[in-house]
């Protein structure tokens, strides 16, 4: 049977269960907000209607390769760039796996403007805009967050639900809970992919001079998978899987050149 197609406008009735998408977001963020020393921060989220899928994938690479510890991007090493890379093989050969991401400067003129200083409000700031960025009026979210050590009057779940569904005036996010990423393969995967964007826009705006090899080796990797083996990432990107987005203050990092290619003097 054929879907219907729903006008944006159109309200949808639990009726049209076989009409509405319900989809996992595994969510995590790279680079602390109070660290002055790691001027980026990203937020990003791999999304799917069948988690099962990929993580039997990655299950069954975990036994292959006889490795059970927890992935980190911070963490690779020679023990599990190979394993690293398996979970992002498992990730491209699954379909319907999408992934966004919202990265910014901490010293930059928007995070300045908007959050003043505020870490907590940024957080939940930039959540809600990277997950407002992946909701078609036909799907519902639920959101699986890596967990953050938070204040007590601090109410991220609530919040982040309760913000969005009054936005779109519907039912968009059904739930938010946060577990320790040591729990699920899939926000350990999230964390690796952010980490290597993350790490991209370092080197790009020499934050990084030469880095980590096996931090490059897995950047690497992604890009190569991407198609974008050559190039960086401070423009983001956006294909038929990945919308990464990067904010343009990162950009202004960059050394201003002359018409010549010369680093312009201040």
């Known amino acids: 049977m ?11 009735k639990l009726s049209d269960y076989k009409n509405i998408w319900t989809r996992f977001c595994f969510l995590d963020e790279s680079g602390s907000l109070k660290d002055p020393k790691d001027p980026f921060f990203t937020i990003g989220f791999i999304k799917c209607s069948q988690p099962y899928y990929l993580n039997s ?54 995070f300045f403007r908007e959050f003043g200083g505020d870490t907590w409000q940024a957080y939940e700031d930039i959540s809600m805009r990277v997950l407002k960025s992946a909701i078609p009026h036909n799907e519902i979210l639920i959101v699986v967050a890596d967990y953050v050590t938070t204040p007590k009057d601090i109410k991220f779940e609530v919040n982040l639900k309760r913000r969005i569904n009054d936005e779109f005036g519907r ?33 790009s ?36 899987m990945f919308n990464i987005f990067v904010d343009k ?18």
């Open 57 to 110: 994938k990655i299950i069954y690479e975990r036994t292959r390769l006889n490795f059970y510890d927890e992935m980190k991007f911070n963490k690779l090493s020679k023990k599990n760039i190979d394993f690293a890379k398996s979970t992002l093989d498992s990730f491209f050969s699954s379909r319907s796996m999408f992934f966004n991401s919202y990265s910014l400067d901490k010293q930059g003129d928007y």
């Open 205 to 240: 705006t020499g934050v990084i001079l030469k880095g980590d090899k096996y931090k490059r080796r897995f950047l690497e990797y992604l890009k190569e998978n991407l198609g974008i083996k050559d190039k960086n990432l401070l423009d983001g990107l956006k294909n038929y």
């Open 171 to 203: 039912l968009a996010i059904a739930g938010v809970c946060r577990f320790d990423s040591k729990s699920n393969d899939l926000l350990q995967l999230t964390d690796l992919i952010i980490g290597a964007i993350n790490y991209d826009l370092k080197l």
């Open 2 to 12: 054929l879907e219907k197609i729903f006008p944006k406008n159109t309200d949808l």
């Open 249 to 266: 203050d990162v950009k202004k990092r960059l050394p201003l050149l002359t018409s010549s290619g010369d680093i312009k003097k201040e």
